[in-house]
């Protein structure tokens, strides 16, 4: 039996994720406040910025993943604010550090143990993850810690078969980038495209498969964005 379990797959790339990999025979378990809209989804409601998430979710995913051959962790949920680093204060940063870092390590925590070899743990990161750009700053902040994050885990699960890597897309047509990018500015941001274009996110999704079943890459940073334009 091969599990999915990902965070964040009631819409964009975490529903498309899910999605595809439903059809490559994976069971999929989300963790969300908002239910994916698959029917063959395991949903497991909590919020991810409570410290005890793990504890209300763990009683529904420990049967799953005691039966599973292979897991692959997909770290998808994000918390994106317009803020800069001269105004944020701690308890604004600390929130958004809740979901971006403190949550992937809650969930890692509790998987791990359950991880056969052939399993894997993925981030959704950003090409933010190793560059900075004005208004991000938690944002930025937070995504730099996952390739942190992702890094130690790859030191520290030599020689278990478990291999992890973080897949940084580019500006992925989802919800989440409507919301933050104004209708008038997104031209602009599919101009910084060497593509001239948004990403799908079925085309990170394919990404995230492709890692998945790919040990070889172990550690890796793979940026996902059609080739940005540094302007």
């Not at 793990?54 to 994000?78: C, F, K, M, Q, Y």
């Not at 918390?79 to 992937?104: F, G, H, K």
Request: charged share 15%; proline share 5%; net charge neutral.
């Amino acid at each position: 039996m091969k599990t999915l379990v990902i965070t964040g797959a009631s819409s964009g790339i975490g529903l498309h994720t899910a999605r595809l990999f439903l059809a490559q025979g994976y069971g999929v378990v989300n963790l969300s406040r908002r239910r994916c809209p698959l029917d063959k989804v395991t949903h497991i409601n909590c919020d991810l910025a409570m410290s005890s998430f793990i504890d209300n979710a763990g009683s529904v995913l420990r049967p799953l993943l005691e039966r599973s051959d292979e897991t692959v962790l997909i770290h998808n949920a994000s918390r994106l604010a317009n803020d800069s680093s001269l105004e944020t204060p701690s308890n604004a940063l600390r929130s958004v550090l809740e979901i971006n870092v403190v949550a992937p390590n809650s969930l890692n925590y509790f998987v791990l143990p359950y991880m056969r070899p052939g399993s894997s743990i993925l981030f959704v990161a950003s090409t933010l993850s190793e560059k900075a750009v004005p208004g991000s700053f938690s944002y930025v902040t937070s995504k730099h810690a996952q390739i942190g994050m992702m890094r130690s885990l790859t030191q520290d699960l030599a020689g278990r078969g478990i291999h992890t890597v973080a897949v940084c897309p580019g500006f992925t047509d989802t919800e989440m980038l409507r919301q933050h990018v104004p209708a008038d500015a997104m031209d602009s941001v599919r101009r910084m495209s060497a593509f001239d274009r948004l990403i799908n996110p079925d085309e990170i999704a394919t990404a995230l498969l492709f890692v998945a079943q790919n040990p070889i890459l172990n550690g890796s940073v793979i940026h996902a964005n059609l080739g940005q334009i540094e302007r």
